[in-house]
């Protein structure tokens, strides 16, 4: 969708290698009524996609300064440097901004499984034919550790 | 997170190849107040992320059914056929959904460019360098395509 915001409107049409001041993008970015915005975290060298999170504004900056992946956890409604528990840390290798500034994809480096069942990628349900009446879900990969070793 | 429904938690320990209908699973996606979820579409050979979107029961259905990506469309408030204005389909070539249901990756082709700015992928703008004080955001990609081509 184009965007009604003028600071990502002015970008569409700017050249390659144009660049802006991050701390700027980042007052423009959209955040939800809760503060919140969707970040997705794809492995940075096998662009496997790990998994989809939240962040407030702070969790971004932690994540900028600290150079590992921090979420806003929704249901712990608290700061979540991911793997800081489970060891399973999210390294940042990169960031983008999607075209209206409300979709967040960070490039990370994951040690270990990223999800908490202990697989590499939290999407591990994948639907075996298209078909609604005959399709089903089928788990598509196994555990790497046992996720009973993961939170102690 | 680990999921507090019963349904994706007794999926965590099945064993790789388990299947359940997946009429039953849409029945168990987590929706937000509004009755959406959030949809990663992702080039399905290239591992390219394109986009992240929105859908709600219906368009999750409309997808599957016509094997092309509908999402709902929260600016103009309705099903949106991706494509349906542009041309810029995404053919279905796969679902996945996350170990607590609550977030959808759909494999695609995307014929031409996904974003409304004529790129490939909606995520063309990129943190160069990591220190925020200093970090640029900067255009990665040119349009592939004129956007005013993409919408008459």
Chains 1, 2 share one sequence.
Request: glycine share 8%; net charge negative; proline share 3%.
């Amino acid at each position: 969708m184009a965007s009604s915001n003028e600071f990502w409107l002015d970008l569409e049409s700017a050249p390659v290698g144009s660049q802006r001041d991050f701390s700027k993008a980042i007052d423009q970015l959209v955040f939800n009524e809760q503060g919140l915005i969707t970040a997705i975290a794809q492995q940075f060298d096998t662009g496997e996609v790990l998994m989809l999170a939240w962040m407030n504004r702070e969790s971004l900056l932690i994540s900028l300064q600290e150079q590992r992946a921090c979420y806003w956890s929704r249901s712990r409604n608290r700061l979540w440097r991911k793997g800081e528990s489970s060891g399973q840390v999210q390294s940042l290798k990169g960031l983008r901004i999607d075209c209206d500034g409300d979709a967040l994809l960070l490039a990370v480096d994951q040690q270990g499984p990223a999800c908490h069942t202990g697989r590499k990628s939290c999407f591990y349900l994948g639907l075996k034919g298209l078909d609604l009446k005959e399709g089903q879900l089928e788990i598509l990969n196994a555990p790497e550790i046992d996720p009973t070793s993961l939170y102690k």
